[in-house]
């Protein structure tokens, strides 16, 4: 369910990521707001860089690494992200081996590592690469493979074969969507096969996600919620999706 004006605006940007263009009177009506809200709502993405007003709607513009839709992402309920990704550091112990998926959240996550002196860490976020400590007892490796600028993330079956050559105690990710019915889900067709790649190589799984993600869902299945070990979120998630998790066994941690 989108409640504010940032959910709105972000969800106007996968639709974009997945169809290329999108229309006004098909955002008015998807949305249940005024056709002068969406426009308010495509000009202040394209005055972001993020995308480019046509007649009638918008149309998804090429962006490069220094000028992603990760950009916009990481401007949404910053507190939130840096509260769960501090949270997450309790899950984390010296010795640990872990996959960190490419996101928002994972970055904040990723800047806090600096207070641990021996860990193995295998990404495929450019932008945790970026953010990870030069500390030479944190021995990172990057998955290679095609990258996603839009999601400064690396896939492909090169980045995916790359994760088969190891096996680590613990995955820490962030998600686009949990729903009930519909597990963990992706825009992403080539995100969910990483990730079920990520799935075959962990012990633990540890999911980062503020609570705007909860109850969304899209395109391509990663996993149902059964396979969650630890979820982190915040305060606003919603007591249905708490009991349901809950009911699952799965760790429910508010930060």
């Known amino acids: 369910m989108i409640r504010t004006t940032s959910e709105r605006r972000e969800s106007i940007l996968s639709k974009l990521r997945e169809l290329g263009s999108v229309s006004v009177i098909q955002l008015s009506d998807e949305y249940n707001v005024s056709k002068v ?13 993020l995308l480019i007003r046509s007649h009638g709607g918008a149309m998804q513009k090429t962006t490069s690494a220094t000028e992603s839709v990760n950009s916009f992402k990481s401007n949404l309920y910053v507190n939130e992200k840096k509260a769960i990704a501090k949270a997450a550091l309790s899950y984390i112990d010296n010795g640990d081996s872990l996959i960190v998926g490419a996101g928002t959240t994972t970055e904040h996550l990723a800047k806090l590592l600096e207070e641990f002196d021996d860990l193995f860490v295998i990404t495929n976020g450019l932008n945790i690469l970026l953010s990870l400590p030069r500390n030479e007892n944190i021995t990172i490796v990057s998955t290679g493979g095609n990258l996603h600028q839009n999601s400064m993330s690396f896939y492909g079956s090169l980045a995916e074969e790359s994760i088969e050559k190891y096996h680590v105690n613990k995955m820490i990710v962030g998600i686009d969507g949990l729903n009930i019915e519909g597990g963990i889900t992706t825009h992403s067709e080539h995100e969910a096969r990483f990730y079920k790649a990520m799935l075959k190589g962990t012990d633990r799984c540890i999911v980062l996600a503020d609570s705007s993600k909860l109850g969304k869902v899209s395109v391509h299945k990663i ?13 606003n998630i919603s007591d249905d999706c708490r009991e349901y998790l809950e009911s699952l066994s799965i760790e429910l941690i508010i930060a």
């Open 223 to 235: 996993m149902p919620c059964s396979d969650i070990d630890v979820l982190i979120t915040d305060k």
């Open 37 to 49: 809200t969406i426009r308010n709502d495509l000009d202040n993405l394209e005055g972001k860089g």
